[in-house]
């Protein structure tokens, strides 16, 4: 049998191009299925030779033609290896020169999709059995397919992604395995993770706790930990949920993708692996979202890093959206909203000199930072007509209008809600009616004009940027708020949990029942009816000694012994105690609910000060405003 190596250089070159321009190709493709073994091992030589370089991509259906062949008839067994290689490098060919932009992104994905090839290389797979090194070659060609969106749904589909968690599984057994299938099967589940659809069926496979022993075990080298932490970014970095905590407030982690990030945009590898801008930033923006990594992640080097993408006027319009989307997240922290202003960053300038003509996502996330930054600037130009009804016609002034803010997931059950509101007569405010021009300045009026404000509680709603701009500008304005149960097992934490305290809310995940939906429109209207001087009816709680006009004079033991009159336990308010916390700090404490961003200090009360419960930080807040409402007095 002829070398598998072939020659190398211009040599290599000529020799492939005076094959390709003999028309050899076409017939060697035929070739792969001569019965003698000796012609077909040649023309499968050539084939491979020839799929390694562009002009290989052109002979890509005969090539896939004569693996399926391989695959489906016994009496070729013996050529699949050669056939998968070929394979191998076509995918690689293609899937690089996308991603360098040399070829459209979606080119001939078809080819893949239509043909019978993928649900043969997963039969392969599974008939590997044990065999590392056929199911290394196999793994190899689905790494390449899932780095597109819809070749990783039908590899999801073909069940390759249970065949590559239970190589993992072994390899935690049998380290060797590290250096062959288990190594690329990996990467394989990284690429699968980074796109939305196939993460559920990865989540129900048990791929966290996979991920969990593979990170430590001894022998995982560190570009495979690498792959590991971005897997995880992917799948729960988002959540503040257990499995997230694995990457919570971890500054080695963060930083080593940050790292990452910083090679890659200067060409070059970082662990000996190449990532792509996108895949990273999708990292980073997952692990942003976590009100515990926004001050690790918000260093100036980092920012400056970000901004540097938006910058460049040759990045991809994903990569600027990704990192437009990490900087609006992170500007949600206090401490990196005052980085994001730093002169020296010029972070005005360049969101300025981003071109009007970008993608409308990019174009959306431009105008909420500027909304962060405090340049959002925008005109009211009187109500927006509600759809098919006016506030003169349900009796209220024509100003205002009830606002429903909620995530995409939910349109579905909020527009229903929304048409039994404006058939009920009052005058509603939802985005698929009335958004027109800029995004910001129209949710900006919305909140202003709203008399009411409902939203939609739920895991998606949380993690939104734009609904938590929302949110916190109609508690910023101090409009009433109504709130629905979008989800039956999601209980919000973080800065929705503190939105939502302790407020009845009207449960919808079971679908909108007549019962719920008259209580929803009683509630409205009550709100409606009312003047619109609080977000919400706040209990009043006793306060503390008789320096509680003054804050600033309160003692230690008077801190305590308030912060037991408002609803803490001892122990709870012991804490306060073992802290020190004294009038002095809770007048700053006061000074920051003046703050628009005060909602992620007290994100930051519950686990600076160790509270067992979220109740116990609700209460503390709760408490805070009672007592600058009576030292204002």
């Known amino acids: ?41 040649a023309a499968l030589y050539r084939v491979f030779a020839c799929s390694t370089t562009r002009g290989g991509l052109y002979y890509r259906h005969q090539v896939l033609d004569a693996l399926y062949i391989c695959l489906s008839n016994e009496a070729f067994a013996g050529s699949i290896e050669d056939t ?60 390449h397919l899932s780095n597109n969106e819809r070749l990783a749904h039908r590899t999801i589909a073909h069940g390759v992604h249970v065949l590559a968690l239970q190589w993992l599984r072994d390899a935690v057994e049998n380290p060797d395995l590290f250096e062959s299938a288990a190594d690329i099967a990996l990467s394989v589940i990284s690429n699968l993770a980074m796109w939305e659809g196939c993460r559920q069926p990865l989540l129900d496979e048990g791929v966290v706790d996979v991920m969990i022993a593979l990170s430590g075990s001894e022998n995982a080298q560190a570009d495979h930990r690498m792959t590991i932490a971005t897997c995880l970014a992917y799948l729960v970095g988002s959540r503040e949920e257990r499995d997230s905590r694995l990457l919570i407030s971890k500054p080695e982690v963060l930083q080593d993708i940050v790292d990452a990030l910083a090679a890659t945009l200067r060409g070059r590898s970082h662990n000996n692996l190449f990532y792509s801008v996108a895949e990273l930033l999708l990292a980073l923006r997952n692990l942003a979202i976590c009100e515990a990594n926004k001050p690790i992640l918000g260093t100036e080097a980092t920012v400056a890093l970000l901004l540097k993408i938006l910058k460049n006027r040759k990045a991809a319009a994903r990569d600027v959206e990704l990192a437009a989307a990490t900087l609006l997240e992170l500007s949600f922290d206090a ?85 039994q509101l404006q058939h009920a007569g009052l005058p509603v405010w939802i985005d698929v009616d009335q958004m027109k021009g800029s995004t910001v300045e129209a949710m900006a009026e919305a909140v202003e004009k709203a008399g009411v404000v409902v939203i939609a509680v739920s895991h998606e709603y949380k993690e939104s940027a734009n609904c938590r701009l929302e949110a916190q500008y109609a508690m910023q304005q101090r409009k009433p708020l109504v ?109 920051a609910l003046d703050d628009p961003n005060a909602l992620s200090v007290a994100v930051s009360l519950q686990s600076g000060l160790q509270l067992p419960s979220l109740r116990a930080a609700l209460a503390l807040v709760r408490g805070l405003r009672s007592l600058k409402s009576a030292s204002a007095c």
């Open 483 to 591: 709130f629905l149960r979008m989800q039956r097992d999601f209980s919000p934490t973080g800065w929705l949990g503190l939105i939502l305290g302790t407020a009845l809310y009207y449960d919808v995940s079971a679908g909108v029942t007549s019962a719920v939906a008259t209580k929803i429109l009683d509630a409205v209207r009550e709100h409606m009816a009312a003047p619109t001087t609080s977000t919400r009816a706040i209990q009043v709680l006793p306060l503390a000694p008789q320096d509680s006009s003054d804050p600033s004079r309160m003692s230690v033991e008077d801190v305590t012994t308030w912060a037991a009159s408002v609803g803490l336990d001892d122990a709870e308010a012991a804490r306060l105690t073992a802290h020190g916390i004294d009038g002095a700090c809770i007048a700053d404490l006061l000074h």
């Open 335 to 419: 401490g990196v909203l005052r980085v994001l202003k730093t002169p020296s960053l010029q972070t005005r300038k360049i969101l300025d000199n981003i071109p009007q003509s970008v993608a409308k996502p990019v174009e959306r996330l431009v105008q909420q930072l500027r909304w962060a930054l405090g340049q959002g600037q925008h005109m009211p130009t009187g109500p927006t007509g509600p759809t098919g009804s006016t506030g003169a016609a349900a009796g209220l002034p024509e100003s205002k209008h009830v606002m429903l803010s909620y995530a995409w997931a939910q349109q579905g059950t909020v527009v229903k809600i929304a048409r």
């Open 1 to 41: 049998k002829p070398p598998r190596s072939s020659p190398s250089g211009p040599l290599r070159m000529a020799a492939v191009m005076a094959w390709m321009l003999r028309g050899r190709v076409r017939a060697d493709v035929r070739a792969i299925t001569s019965p003698n073994e000796e012609q077909r091992t």
């Open 84 to 143: 998968i290689n070929a394979t191998i490098n076509i995918a690689w060919v293609q899937f690089s020169l996308a991603n360098t932009g040399k070829i459209h992104p979606d080119w001939d994905y078809g080819l893949w999709e239509s043909s019978e090839v993928l649900p043969a290389l997963a039969r392969r797979l599974r008939d590997s059995g044990t065999d590392p090194l056929a199911a290394c070659n196999v793994l190899h060609v689905f790494m």
